[in-house]
């Protein structure tokens, strides 16, 4: 039998990158996974995902929905009750960084990162915690950064975003801990996906790789054993917890 072996696991923004890390590590544990993208430029990506998973041997479908959409939310969340029958595990991975400096930030861009890195975790977070109430378990883990606890010139959206994910984790924890429902989130430092495309070589790189005491960038497994951990029982007496996975950088 294995560590999620049974477990239905949402994951938003699982096509690639982070997301699509932690959608194959789970289903190698077990799990049967449903997973989001949102642009239509991820779609082949999203069918090739899915038949990775179920050759795996469990249960996969991708959904194209918008994680900062609440009706879009709402109807995904009652799509994979219908298809897969509950929901034990809920991965609020989705997210995207606008940087610019705040002088230069307009509202549109402020409100497109806020709507998509934190109210979407609202959202989903919503939705699940009736069938994880019903079955008096459940897992949520959501996706902040460490941009959310030391801040940035140029993210002040991003660390916002990523900071309010912090303190809605604490919350829900509290107010769901008597249903054993745990919630924590999970702080990467660097990561090598699309989204830190700019690191990938040069000066640049390693002037940040200098920072890390790991001295390597990370990768999206990294992340991903940490969301297996806690998405486990063997982390049963964890919640409200925010982890940084970071190579040692915010020490
Ligand atoms: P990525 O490679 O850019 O992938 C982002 C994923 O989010 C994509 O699958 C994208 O879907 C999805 N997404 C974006 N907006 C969405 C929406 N409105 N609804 C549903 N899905 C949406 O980024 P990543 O590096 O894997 O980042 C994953 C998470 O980790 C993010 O929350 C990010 O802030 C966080 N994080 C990353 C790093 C890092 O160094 N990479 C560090 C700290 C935190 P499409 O494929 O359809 O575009």
């Known amino acids: 039998m ?31 996974i449903a997973f989001t993208y949102v642009s239509d430029n991820s779609s082949e990506k999203a069918a090739a995902l899915q038949e990775k998973l179920q050759a795996l041997g469990v249960k996969a479908k991708a959904y194209q ?59 989903m977070t919503k939705q699940v915690i009736r069938p994880m109430m019903k079955a008096k378990s459940g897992s949520i883990i959501n996706m902040s950064s460490i941009i959310g606890i030391t801040g940035n010139a140029g993210q002040s959206s991003y660390a916002a975003s990523k900071a309010g994910i912090i303190g809605f984790t604490k919350s829900i924890a509290k107010e769901m801990g008597s249903r054993n429902i745990r919630c924590n989130a999970i702080a990467p430092g660097f990561i090598e996906t699309d989204m830190t495309g700019y690191l990938k070589e040069g000066d640049t790189a390693e002037k940040y790789k200098s920072s890390i005491p790991l001295g390597r960038f990370g990768t999206g497994e990294n992340i991903a054993d940490v969301v297996l951990f806690l998405a486990s029982d063997w982390s049963s007496y964890i919640t409200g917890q925010a982890i940084s996975v970071c190579g040692g950088l915010n020490t």
């Open 2 to 32: 294995k560590l999620l072996s049974n477990k239905v696991a949402i994951v938003t923004g699982g096509a690639r990158g982070i997301g699509e890390a932690i959608a194959l590590k789970l289903a190698e544990h077990g799990a049967h």
């Open 65 to 123: 929905s918008n994680a900062g959409d609440f009706t879009q939310s709402e109807t995904f969340v009652n799509d994979v009750i219908k298809e897969f029958g509950t929901i034990d595990i809920c991965v609020n991975n989705a997210g995207i960084s606008k940087d610019n400096l705040l002088l230069r930030m307009s509202a549109e861009q402020w409100d497109e990162v806020i709507n998509t890195n934190l109210k979407s975790v609202f959202n």
